[in-house]
């Protein structure tokens, strides 16, 4: 299996929902990634998971929450979201810290909020 | 921090043509890992082309190739014989090879038109 896996694919959620996005991979990957991606433009780096440890938060608002259960899997739960954070969120693995640099995206979850 | 600066916002080329995508970084360190991914409609990101620092030697992979300049910190991409199938955003990304975090700092991206 050399996929990451993103559920689901599209989400519509008020402002006042709770939801939570899902990623699975596995390759044995030990880092996973959450981006953020505005239309037309690159990824942003939110949270860096590495061995199941929360490693980099780059500022993230706190109605943003990662959870990293085991190796395989990364959940980013969602609360009282802004329409602003309407976007294409993508899950990323790679192999542990090191010369490897192997980096694999899941298609992503086009979030809506309304 | 590093930098990618990617100064095409759209290029276009024709069915079988030849096109050379520009990519440029600001670094410090000597050893990072530079990468071309590609992102159709479709949304996933694709790894087209890697190439590490430390090898002079440019990467090639089928129809895709790049030129890299280390002193000028120029990383381009070059794909041969275009097909329709290659009309996306590109983006240049590069990561440091002892940054803990394994992080891709992206370039601003270029989307690739390719006409029949």
């Known amino acids: 299996d050399t996929e990451v896996t993103q559920t689901p694919k599209h989400l519509v959620m008020g402002m006042t929902n709770k939801k939570s996005l899902k990623c699975e991979q596995h390759m044995g990957h030990r880092a996973m990634y959450w981006y953020k991606q505005k239309a037309k433009k690159p990824p942003e780096l939110m949270f860096v998971y590495s061995y199941e440890k929360l490693s980099i938060n780059e500022s993230v608002p706190s109605r943003f929450s990662p959870e990293c259960p085991n190796s395989s899997l990364l959940n980013l739960h969602l609360h009282a979201l802004q329409p602003e954070d309407s976007a294409l969120y993508l899950c990323a693995s790679s192999p542990s810290a090191g010369r490897t640099y192997g980096y694999t995206f899941g298609s992503g979850t086009r979030l809506t909020v309304v | 921090a590093q930098t990618v600066t990617q100064s095409q916002p759209e290029m276009s080329v024709q069915e079988a043509e030849t096109v050379t995508l520009s990519c440029t970084y600001d670094t410090s360190e000597s050893d990072y890992y530079l990468f071309w991914y590609k992102q159709p409609p479709s949304r996933q990101m694709i790894l087209v082309i890697r190439?590490?620092?430390?090898?002079?030697q440019n990467a090639t992979e089928n129809r895709f190739s790049v030129n890299f300049q280390k002193a000028a910190k120029s990383f381009s991409l070059k794909i041969s014989d275009s097909q329709l199938g290659d009309a996306a955003m590109y983006f240049c990304?590069?990561?440091?090879?002892?940054?803990?975090?394994?992080?891709?700092?992206f370039g601003g991206g270029t989307r690739l038109m390719v006409k029949p």
């Open positions: 190439q590490e620092a430390y090898k002079q």
């Open positions: 990304a590069y990561r440091s090879a002892h940054n803990a975090g394994n992080m891709l700092t």
